[in-house]
């Protein structure tokens, strides 16, 4: 797959305020669109979706070594595309994709932290919903893998100010948007939807991304979820993830929305084990 980045050379950060058109987010390959529209199509079958992946090799390996990962347990080694569906099930299958169609466009500076944090959001997003017992949400995942990446594109535009973000978002525990409001005059969180308008991707995958930080105003289950599975994922990323921890208080509190009893939230919070090994077998 061809790698690409969203690099670009960075503008002056004496004016801190950075104004971003379109053109500024690099393109896609077009193949890249293609994987991402079948791996984030519902209706898509079986045959479709198989044929995509066997005319990728990298995508065929990957898939092969998900199915045969420690993770799914297989007591059989596998070894066609065919039997890793059978393992996997279509929804993985599409989720594998989408994350091989997208780890390259996190090639940065902080591009595998960022990286992780997306695919560690993204495999949440699916144990929440299995935690709420209902089915996989459409774009759910990819807007895992996704939420984030107007980061990646600050950090290629603004790299000072980004990083002096981040940092501070971190040690003060200060809303990131909000510094990069304060800062750049622009956030993350809308320059990743228009990244992904600009790569054509489903209008509500892009919504997802623009408003994971918003999830007061929305009562939308999908958008809940993915906020839940934001905060799961910075609690797995902290030193300590106990009850003690800061993290922990945040993830309880995007859990209440879901309204899960204090049980299941524990159940959840307990999986962060099988998580990590997922994500692990993903990389
Ligand atoms: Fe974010
Ligand atoms: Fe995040």
């Given at each position: 797959m061809t790698s690409h980045d969203l690099?670009?050379?960075?503008?002056?950060?004496?004016?801190?305020r950075i104004h971003l058109s379109p053109r500024d987010i690099p393109p896609l390959p077009g193949a890249t669109v293609e994987l991402l529209g079948i791996a984030n199509d519902?209706?898509?079958?079986f045959s479709t979706l198989a044929q995509v992946v066997r005319r990728d090799q990298a995508l065929t390996l990957r898939m092969l070594s998900v199915a045969n990962?420690?993770?799914?347990?297989?007591?059989r080694r596998i070894d066609s595309i065919r039997g890793a569906v059978a393992v996997l099930g279509t929804r993985q299958v599409q989720n594998i994709a989408s994350a091989m169609a997208l780890s390259?466009?996190?090639?940065?500076?902080h591009g595998p932290q960022l990286w992780k944090h997306g695919l560690t959001t993204a495999v949440w997003t699916t144990q929440v919903t299995r935690a709420l017992s209902i089915p996989p949400l459409d774009y759910v995942f990819t807007a895992g893998l996704l939420h984030d990446i107007g980061v990646v594109v600050l950090l290629s535009h603004a790299p000072q100010v980004e990083s002096a973000c981040l940092t501070e978002a971190h040690s003060s525990g200060r809303p990131l948007v909000e510094l990069e409001q304060d800062r750049?005059?622009?956030?993350h969180a809308s320059l990743g939807a228009r990244a992904c308008s600009s790569w054509k991707l489903p209008e509500r995958l892009a919504d997802l991304v623009g408003k994971h930080h918003d999830v007061e105003q929305s009562s939308a289950l999908d958008h809940r979820v993915l906020h839940a599975a934001n905060a799961l994922a910075r609690l797995c990323e902290?030193?300590?993830?106990?009850?003690?921890?800061?993290g922990w208080e945040a993830a309880l509190a995007t859990l209440e929305r879901l309204d899960l009893d204090e049980d299941e939230m524990l159940a959840l919070l307990g999986a962060r084990g099988d998580v990590l090994a997922e994500v692990d077998g993903f990389a």
């Open positions: 690099t670009a050379p960075a503008l002056p950060e004496t004016d801190q519902p209706t898509v079958c990962s420690p993770y799914y347990g297989c007591s390259p466009a996190f090639e940065s500076p750049l005059g622009t956030d902290d030193r300590d993830p106990g009850p003690a921890s800061l």
